[in-house]
């Protein structure tokens, strides 16, 4: 099929039945709302805990370099 043949198929579908047509469009809006609230919702929970976790990691670094490192045990039959 050529590409006003395609163009012209789809049209009669959509005008052919607009209850479909307005369905469809509607779980499409739908959906695609449902992605940006999430993706939003994830973007703010991560935030937060970003923040949290880079400054607890920053002390733990702190603490783990004032600890002297501790001897590795002796090799066995070397």
Not at 51 to 61: E, H, K, L
Request: proline share 9%.
């Amino acid at each position: 099929m050529r590409a006003p043949d395609l163009l012209r198929f789809a049209r009669d579908a959509a005008t052919g039945n607009p209850l479909r047509t307005s369905l469809l469009v509607l779980a499409m809006a739908i959906g695609v709302a449902a992605v940006v609230v999430l993706t939003a919702l994830g973007d703010g929970a991560r935030r937060p805990s970003a923040a949290t976790w880079s400054s607890s990691c920053r002390g733990a670094r702190r603490r783990a370099a004032s600890i002297p490192p501790t001897p590795s045990p002796a090799r066995r039959g070397t």
